[in-house]
T-cell receptor, first 115, second 116 residues
């Protein structure tokens, strides 16, 4: 079974702090994704990566950056956390683009609160 | 740009009954993939069922089946013999064909309650 592990289940940070959300997958997947989930808004894509050191902006990249130095790890960075970034963050991975009907495999999510 | 719409924010079903969750999408493409995901209170997103747009036959997975109407751009999920464990948020998702990234576009979700 594919395992996607997010390092923190709950996180509380202060406004202005630099925040790192870590995600690791164990299936050698090329693609990794960061989504943000808010009530009534569904899941919105922040960033994704299709290879090491490669990244693409999703629908809501403002205020976020990412890092993918190793294939198995994809980090989401909040350079200066703000209260409007309080949310649930979901990491996912998938096989390469040729397997389009392959589902995304999700982690358990990190609920981030910025005070 | 593609969009996915789930018009029912909340639904309720009696245990052992059948319920249908609605999903419509907007795309100009002819080839694509559609998915239903379930998110229980544990927060783990779980794939329920998938459908390739080029297949006319509706996908089925045990008690879960879809009604895929390509011309109407509709992709509803039917849950038969509902169980308490089916209570969750359900998300409909679209993936375009082609490209290397394979990200999904999600609807806003439907919260399903199952009454004993």
């Amino acid at each position: 079974d594919v395992k996607v592990t997010q390092s923190s289940r709950y996180l509380v940070k202060r406004t202005g702090e630099k925040v790192f959300l870590e995600c690791v997958q164990d299936m050698d997947h090329e693609n990794m994704f960061w989504y943000r989930q808010d009530p009534g808004l569904g899941l919105r894509l922040i960033y994704f990566s299709y290879d090491v050191k490669m990244k693409e902006k999703g629908d809501i990249p403002e205020g976020y950056s990412v890092s993918r130095e190793k294939k198995e790890r994809f980090s989401l960075i909040l350079e200066s956390a703000s209260t409007n970034q309080t949310s649930m963050y979901l990491c996912a991975s998938s096989p390469p683009g040729g397997l389009y009907n392959s589902p995304l495999h999700f982690g358990n999510g990190t609920r981030l609160t910025v005070t | 740009a593609q969009t996915v719409t789930q018009s029912q924010p909340e639904m309720s079903v009696q245990e052992a009954e059948t319920v249908t969750l609605s999903c419509t999408y907007d795309t100009s493409e002819s080839d694509y993939y559609l998915f239903w995901y379930k998110q229980p209170p544990s927060r783990q997103m779980i794939l329920v069922i998938r459908q390739e747009a080029y297949k006319q036959q509706n996908a089925t997975e045990n008690r879960f089946s879809v009604n895929f109407q390509k011309a109407a751009k509709s992709f509803s999920l039917k849950i038969s013999d509902s169980q308490l464990g089916d209570a969750a948020m359900y998300f409909c998702a679209y993936r375009r064909y082609g490209g290397s990234q394979g990200n999904l576009i999600f609807g806003k979700g439907t919260k399903l309650s199952v009454k004993p």
